[in-house]
Structure formats: C-alpha cells, structure tokens
C-alpha cells in the first residue's frame, strides 16, 4: 500500500494512493506501481505487512501520457519481504499454457487491505487501438470481467495480479465499470529491463 503525505485540508495527513508490487534489482530495493498513482507527489510511504518504509520515486521524470506506459518505480529506504526478482516473472506466452483460470488481487497491492477479490481469468492479451483513449498504446494488456468485485475496496491502481501460488501475471492500471485492465508481464518486463540497464550503466560509471 503506497500513502503520500496530503497537506490540501490544511493540515498533513497521509492518504492512500495505490498499491504496488515490491521488487529486488541489483541487490537494490523498489516498488513497482502505476505512473498515475504517483505523479505529483515525490516521497512516499509504502506499507506492507505491518511494515513502513519511505520511498522515493526514481527512474525516468515523465508526466503520465498515452506516450509513456502506465509504469513507475519507487526506491524504499529499506527492504520490504517478499519482494520479487524480475527474472522470475512469467512471460505472457507462458502465462497462457499454463491455463489460469482463477487470479487474485488485494486492493491497494500487497498490503493486504480490503477483501481479497477471485476474478476469472481468462489469459486473453489486446492491444490498444489507436483510438484509445486513456491508455498506453505500444504495450499489451490483459482485460478483466470485474462484475463480481466487491465496491467497498478501493486503491487497485497498482496492485498486482497473481495466482493461488503467488506467481505475479499483471498490474492492474484501470477500472471502469466492470472492465478491469491490468499490464501484462511482457510490458512490464520491457519496462524494468530498460531501466535495469540504467542502473547497470550508472554503476559502471561510478
């Protein structure tokens, strides 16, 4: 669960924004989340399991566009368990074969807040059209029948997708109605290779 401190009623207070998915890379600590969920806003809060750390966001400063995938990266101030190697992740193909019928999502990420939500799956990938809007086009997607979600939980941007085994297989980024939308694994692995090279490249330099 990622808050932000939020001073617009006059006085500070956090509020919840989102969730996230944390990760491990280059024996660096982060989080993954939506771009969306975190722009504006510079220091964070991310809860998780009883657990608060700070964070910072980190990476590419880019304002949340249809040019620009839905995807962002916070730097916690210490590690947070269980948190992921990319070079686990499923690939979509393989998320596929596998024949998922049934994945699940907590609300606001790994926080486990709200009532765990079982959606059916039914491992179909799209890719925008260009008509689209609201949405990142070079990227795929997987689409989600929310029509069983329970209203009362809030906070799904960012918050990850896995199986009964914990294997992650997307990030949710919308919801309007009962479609869900959430990023497939391919996307996301594109994002973080290509910042995981940044952060090889600055190492070498340094």
């Given at each position: 669960?990622?808050?932000?401190?939020d001073r617009s009623g006059g006085r500070s207070e956090l509020r919840i924004v989102g969730g996230g998915l944390p990760l491990?890379?280059?024996?660096?600590?982060?989080?993954?989340?939506?771009?969306?969920?975190?722009?504006?806003?510079?220091?964070?809060?991310?809860?998780?399991?009883?657990?608060?750390?700070?964070?910072?966001?980190?990476?590419?400063?880019?304002?949340?566009?249809?040019?620009?995938?839905?995807?962002?990266?916070?730097?916690?101030?210490?590690?947070?368990?269980?948190?992921?190697?990319?070079?686990?992740?499923?690939?979509?193909?393989?998320?596929?074969?596998?024949?998922?019928?049934?994945?699940?999502?907590?609300?606001?990420?790994?926080?486990?807040?709200?009532?765990?939500?079982?959606?059916?799956?039914?491992?179909?990938?799209?890719?925008?059209?260009?008509?689209?809007?609201?949405?990142?086009?070079?990227?795929?997607?997987?689409?989600?029948?929310?029509?069983?979600?329970?209203?009362?939980?809030?906070?799904?941007?960012?918050?990850?997708?896995?199986?009964?085994?914990?294997?992650?297989?997307?990030?949710?980024?919308?919801?309007?109605?009962?479609l869900g939308i959430a990023i497939s694994m391919d996307t996301i692995a594109d994002f973080l290779e290509e910042?995981?090279?940044?952060?090889?490249?600055?190492?070498?330099?340094?």
């Amino acid at each position: 669960m990622i808050r932000v401190v939020d001073r617009s009623g006059g006085r500070s207070e956090l509020r919840i924004v989102g969730g996230g998915l944390p990760l491990v890379l280059k024996d660096r600590y982060f989080v993954l989340t939506n771009l969306h969920v975190v722009e504006g806003f510079t220091n964070f809060i991310v809860e998780l399991n009883g657990t608060s750390v700070e964070a910072k966001k980190t990476g590419n400063e880019v304002k949340f566009s249809t040019a620009y995938p839905d995807l962002a990266l916070l730097e916690t101030s210490k590690p947070l368990a269980p948190a992921v190697n990319p070079h686990e992740f499923l690939s979509d193909a393989q998320i596929q074969r596998l024949g998922i019928k049934e994945v699940f999502n907590y609300g606001p990420g790994l926080g486990y807040i709200g009532a765990e939500q079982r959606l059916s799956f039914r491992a179909v990938l799209f890719r925008p059209s260009p008509q689209s809007n609201g949405i990142y086009k070079n990227a795929t997607y997987w689409r989600l029948d929310l029509s069983g979600w329970d209203n009362a939980t809030g906070g799904v941007s960012g918050s990850p997708l896995h199986t009964s085994d914990g294997r992650v297989i997307g990030v949710m980024t919308m919801k309007t109605g009962n479609l869900g939308i959430a990023i497939s694994m391919d996307t996301i692995a594109d994002f973080l290779e290509e910042f995981e090279l940044g952060l090889t490249s600055k190492a070498v330099k340094e």
